[in-house]
T-cell receptor
Framework: GIQVEQSPPDLILQEGANSTLRCNFS?????LQWFHQNPWGQLINLFY???GTKQNGRLSATTVATERYSLLYISSSQTTDSGVYFC???????????FGDGTTLTVKP | DVKVTQSSRYLVKRTGEKVFLECVQD?????MFWYRQDPGLGLRLIYF???????EKGDIPEGYSVSREKKERFSLILESASTNQTSMYLC??????FGPGTRLTVT
């Protein structure tokens, strides 16, 4: 099946810093999503981004489908950004999502 | 806003018990999913359903079954709970909207 690799596995930032999270995938996809899981376990969809660039406030995401990667940018990080960020892809043939192992982000005040 | 609810936030069961985890969504979505999440293993798909009375095995269906009698409700069943099924269980609607999760402990 499709492989999804996220990097870095852990990231510690000072409040106000910027960061880039990466998601590499091994096969063509027709859907890619970024999620944030808060410390209470709730998963929130951030972006549905099979290709191109989207922005939502301090967050933006870019997917380059032809090169099989996606990037999540967090600018001016806040402590509430802490949690685990997951990338999930749906392979054209599989029809169901495969999740990466996540990047654990800790933003210190 | 789409709302996905799960019947329990925390659940403690004994080995061998039959366990039902319920998930309800309010947006008339056809696709619903059950995942389990374990430290170091990420999210793994157990079962999914594309419509009422339809079910498909995910990556780790062993020891689980599901029921989809109504469009809004997707139930995960542990026929005989075992300690290795202690985990966080997450339900999703349309693979985009997740419930708050059920943390199940089997003793």
């Amino acid at each position: 099946g499709i492989q999804v690799e996220q990097s870095p596995p852990d990231l510690i930032l000072q409040e106000g810093a910027n960061s880039t999270l990466r998601c590499n995938f091994s096969d063509s996809v027709n859907n890619l999503q970024w999620f944030h899981q808060n410390p209470w376990g709730q998963l929130i969809n951030l972006f549905y981004i099979p290709s191109g660039t989207k922005q939502n406030g301090r967050l933006s995401a870019t997917t380059v489908a032809t090169e099989r990667y996606s990037l999540l940018y967090i600018s001016s990080s806040q402590t509430t950004d802490s949690g685990v960020y997951f990338c999930a892809v749906i392979n054209t043939n599989a029809g169901k999502s495969t999740f990466g192992d996540g990047t654990t982000l800790t933003v210190k005040p | 806003d789409v709302k996905v609810t799960q019947s329990s936030r925390y659940l403690v069961k004994r080995t061998g018990e039959k366990v039902f985890l319920e998930c309800v969504q309010d947006m008339d979505h056809e696709n619903m999913f059950w995942y389990r999440q374990d430290p170091g293993l990420g999210l793994r798909l157990i079962y999914f359903s594309y419509d009422v009375k339809m079910k498909e095995k995910g990556d780790i269906p062993e020891g689980y079954s599901v029921s989809r009698e109504k469009k809004e409700r997707f139930s995960l069943i542990l026929e005989s709970a075992s300690t290795n099924q202690t985990s966080m269980y997450l339900c999703a609607s349309r693979e985009q909207y997740f419930g708050p999760g059920t943390r199940l402990t089997v003793t």
